[in-house]
């Protein structure tokens, strides 16, 4: 009596397909609670005899383990997927991990720092919301320069003015004033400047500065560390051209322009057909700018350069649309996985 009782119990739970969450409760509730069957069964197991209850014992409790088993899986699946019955196919694949890349611009920051590191640079950061003084006042800008101004400065506050800075030569100052030489750092980072977004200009952009202070550090040295630094970037057959220019904190100051790689300096549509194209600003620091953090620029010289992430990364990815840097399609974001 009892053993088919149980062996049909066997049969149903082997065969049941309930088609909700709610069905596998009341499955449940049938079965295993206080008023279900299988306690049913072991209250009329109580009444066997010692014969009888050796045997039923051993299938009363496979049944109770099998229906524990069932429910306990059908629930799972229920919980995981929500819907689906036989819903734990254990030998289906594992649905694939999309690996992030590295952002071009991360590729660029870190093959500059690990070419100059390899001469002796070791990285400062400073912060990105500054006080005038550390941007423009220890950097030799006069009062009224046009870099000080609403059209190229974001401000946070005014008088005294807090700004976000506009260039990363302010962690210059940050490091002159609270280092002493020998000084060779590197210093990457974020900058502000209040321009309208295009294809070639954008409110933000990222900056590598360098800065080199010491006794007897002349012009020669700082060219040769940015000629180094062009063929490591750019590949071995790379010229750079320095030019005359002009900056507050550096004295004299220069512009170095590469050897167009696209055209190999022959003229082509992207260096405007000179064969040149423009990478760094950089200079010997003004005495003025030694001075005013505390460097005494009798026995002290230096130099200093300041590069655009953008502008390397444009160069070396073919970039056009400066704006597809910080517009984080995966689309275009994918394409440098190979340049890790
Ligand atoms: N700070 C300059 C800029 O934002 C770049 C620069 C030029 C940095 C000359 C320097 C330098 O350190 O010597 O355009």
């Not at 070396?316 to 996985?337: A, C, G, I, P, Y």
Request: some cysteine.
């Amino acid at each position: 009596m009892m053993k088919e009782k149980i062996d049909k119990m066997l049969q149903e739970l082997d065969q049941v397909r309930p088609g909700s969450k709610e069905e596998v409760e009341q499955l449940r509730i049938k079965y295993l609670s206080k008023k279900g069957e299988i306690t049913a069964l072991f209250n009329e197991f109580k009444s066997l005899n010692a014969d009888e209850k050796r045997t039923m014992g051993q299938l009363i409790n496979h049944l109770k383990d099998t229906a524990q088993a069932k429910i306990n899986e059908l629930k799972l699946a229920y919980d995981t997927t929500g819907n689906a019955v036989e819903a734990i196919d254990l030998t289906r694949s594992a649905s694939a991990v999309e690996l992030g890349t590295r952002h071009p611009l991360t590729i660029v920051r870190n093959e500059i720092i690990d070419i100059f590191s390899r001469i002796g640079f070791t990285i400062s950061e400073g912060p990105e919301v500054e006080d005038d003084w550390h941007v423009f006042g220890a950097l030799n800008f006069p009062p009224e320069h046009p870099a000080r101004d609403m059209q190229d400065t974001f401000f946070v506050e005014k008088n005294p003015d807090i700004l976000l800075r506009t260039h990363t030569s302010s962690v210059q100052s940050h490091v002159m004033t609270t280092q002493k030489p020998p000084i060779r750092v590197l210093c990457p980072g974020r900058v502000y400047r209040n321009e309208a977004i295009s294809y070639r200009a954008h409110c933000f952009f990222h900056q590598v500065e360098g800065l080199y202070i010491d006794k007897n550090v002349s012009f020669a040295d700082l060219k040769q560390a940015l000629l180094y630094f062009a063929k490591e970037m750019f590949g071995e057959e790379t010229k750079i051209r320095l030019r005359p220019s002009y900056f507050p904190f550096t004295e004299p100051s220069a512009e170095m322009d590469i050897s167009c790689d696209i055209c190999g300096g022959s003229g082509c549509n992207f260096c405007k057909h000179t064969g040149w194209v423009e990478i760094l600003g950089c200079g010997m620091v003004d005495p003025a700018v030694l001075e005013a953090c505390g460097i005494d620029s009798k026995v002290y010289t230096g130099y200093a350069f300041g590069m655009g992430v953008e502008r390397i990364a444009n160069l070396k990815f073919k970039v056009k649309d400066l704006r597809m840097f910080s517009e984080n399609d995966v689309r275009f974001l994918k394409q440098f996985e190979a340049s890790l």
